[in-house]
């Protein structure tokens, strides 16, 4: 049932990619409340896709699903708006990428949260090419924890996509060959 659930959630973020059309969403939160863990993280990242592109509105829409200060609330809620704040502003993302960097540091110790920001920041800077923001993530990278990890490997892949930056690959493949995950 929750394999049905969750693919209900992402099917409906496809339909309804850029559209801004989320009342499916809104008009069953107690539906949508059954998702749990990484379906949670899914169902909220779903409106990434769904408001993609509409980046004005961006933080005012995922306030509800972005980590308070102080800490997150639920993780994989959180971790799913950051996601969803990346996959709006993907390509785009001048805007959020000091926000979506002090989460990295806000919530250093949540896993979920750190996947979720490490996702956003890596679409939010695609193609970009910031050293800088490669720094940030190698920090999460380097914690050498799977799910942070594999997170981060992909958002500095995004990130530099189109560099062909030989000492960056480099050392991601080297980090890849050494680490147990």
Avoid at 87 to 104: E, F, M, R, T
Wanted: charged letters at 15%; a negative charge.
């Amino acid at each position: 049932d929750s394999i049905c659930h969750n693919a209900a959630i992402i099917a409906n973020g496809f339909a309804h990619c850029g559209t801004t059309s989320d009342v499916f969403l809104r008009e069953d939160l107690e539906w949508l409340g059954q998702a749990s863990n990484w379906a949670k993280f899914t169902a909220t990242a779903s409106l990434g896709v769904i408001h993609k592109g509409h980046v004005s509105e961006a933080l005012t829409l995922l306030s509800t699903y972005l980590p308070a200060e102080g800490g997150s609330t639920n993780s994989y809620q959180d971790g799913g708006g950051l996601y969803a704040l990346g996959l709006i502003h993907a390509n785009h993302g001048s805007a959020v990428v000091d926000y979506l960097c002090s989460k990295l540091g806000d919530n250093f110790e949540d896993e979920v949260v750190q996947h979720g920001a490490c996702l956003g920041l890596g679409l939010a800077c695609l193609g970009a090419h910031r050293i800088d923001v490669v720094g940030y993530l190698k920090s999460s990278l380097l914690r050498d924890l799977a799910v942070i990890g594999e997170a981060a490997s992909m958002a500095i892949g995004l990130v530099m996509t189109g560099s062909m930056d030989e000492v960056v690959l480099r050392e991601l493949l080297n980090y890849a060959d050494s680490t147990q995950h």
